[in-house]
């Protein structure tokens, strides 16, 4: 498998606007070079001893993997879930030039370029 460094992270919430705010916040914060907004999408799962079937928006985010930590404790600051959904999967191929401008984009202490997802 081939290592980019670069990670695809998605959380899920329960309206387009906190979708927007999760999105949003993670991009202006620097922790994320972007990320999409899909939904709604129906989920269901088991809370509380009861299978719930709910509407959802999933926030795709993309980072680099050094910036995983900081993603992850920015989603659960500003997520009002009790346990909010936060999964990464390693981006193992993509194009040379994007996956550079999200490493560029999350570099802590710089301010990046304007880009593209």
Do not use: F, N
Not at 66 to 79: K, M
């Amino acid at each position: 498998m081939v290592e980019t460094g670069v990670l695809t992270v998605l959380t899920t919430t329960d309206s387009k606007e906190k979708a927007e705010a999760l999105a949003r916040g993670a991009v202006e914060a620097r922790v994320a070079a972007c990320a999409q907004i899909s939904g709604p999408v129906t989920s269901v799962y088991r809370w509380e001893g009861e299978v719930r079937a709910e509407p959802e928006w999933q926030v795709l985010l993309k980072t680099a993997a050094a910036r995983y930590d900081a993603l992850e404790a920015h989603l659960r600051a500003a997520h009002d879930y009790d346990t909010p959904e936060i999964i990464a999967t390693p981006v193992v191929r993509g194009g040379a030039d994007y996956l550079a401008w999200v490493a560029e984009e999350v570099r802590e202490g710089d301010g990046g370029e304007a880009g593209s997802d």
